[in-house]
């Protein structure tokens, strides 16, 4: 007899009493059970409310019907199976364009230890997923706002698969904290991730051009398993090329040897070939 995984909703009286306890100040907090996407949603409500979403807001649902992750891939997952939430953070007018590579990997290294913390020992995989024994436990999507008075805010969406079981993983190549022996405690998974992500992300943007000399971005380099792997880079236009990563440098973009010769790269997809 199959029996059906416990999955109530997200508490969100108890995320903040939580959060009080951990000394953590979110902004604007709304959790409504069923949304589209929350990174085009939370885009819909900073056009609507320039001034009433301030740094470390969340938007988060139970059940995201139109997430979208990477070149447009869409997924779906049973409703509360998931941490699924979006958070905004407004870039200094004077932060280089450049380093905003920065702002997705610093995500993964603090979900990355706030899953640790639950029981998941966790590592980074270059630009925007974290992973579990090799297997991708959650997801990130940033994508920038635009205000012609406010200027420019990065909205930083994240998904981790909490309690989905070996049958309702979207790909074989996945996990969940469930699967991996960790802790299914939602609300206190969100504590983890935002107590740390608020610091970071301050820190990175308060660095402005030096962003990569941040202890942010040397997390980031010790957590990124990336990093001494074989891999295979997919870059846009079906262009694609093997070789070693070998470091991150000043933007984050990944440096990868091949043939004796480095290439940097902005963007692309990555495959961990093999692990150092």
Excluded: Y
Excluded at 199 to 214: D, F, I, K, Q, S
Excluded at 243 to 268: K, N, P, Q, W, Y
């Amino acid at each position: 007899m199959r029996t059906e995984p416990s999955r109530p909703a997200f508490d969100l009286d108890r995320f903040q009493d939580l959060a009080r306890r951990a000394e953590l100040t979110p902004g604007r907090c709304e959790w409504p059970a069923e949304l589209g996407s929350t990174n085009a949603e939370l885009a819909d409500r900073l056009t609507a409310e320039p001034d009433g979403w301030p740094d470390l807001s969340v938007l988060g649902t139970d059940h995201q019907t139109a997430g979208r992750g990477r070149l447009d891939r869409v997924w779906t997952v049973p409703p509360a199976a998931c941490l699924t939430f979006s958070v905004p953070f407004r870039v200094p007018a004077a932060f280089p364009a450049e380093m905003l590579g920065w702002l997705p990997v610093v995500t993964g290294w603090c979900v990355a230890e706030a899953l640790a913390e639950r029981g998941a020992p966790a590592g980074v995989k270059w630009p925007n997923d974290v992973l579990v024994d090799g297997r991708k436990i959650c997801g990130i999507l940033t994508r920038a706002h635009l205000d012609p008075e406010r200027g420019t805010t990065v909205i930083i969406g994240i998904g981790i698969n909490v309690s989905l079981t070996e049958g309702e993983l979207p790909v074989p190549t996945a996990t969940s904290l469930t699967l991996a022996g960790g802790s299914a405690d939602r609300e206190a998974l969100l504590v983890g991730v935002l107590s740390r992500l608020g610091p970071a992300v301050a820190e990175v943007l308060r660095a402005g051009p030096r962003a990569g000399a941040t202890a942010s971005a040397g997390g980031v380099r010790d957590a990124m398993i990336t990093l001494g792997s074989d891999v295979r880079v997919e870059l846009p236009g079906d262009e694609r090329f093997t070789g070693r990563a070998v470091e991150l440098d000043a933007t984050a973009a990944l440096v990868v040897e091949v043939d004796g010769e480095r290439r940097r790269v902005s963007a692309g997809d990555v495959v961990h070939a093999r692990p150092a």
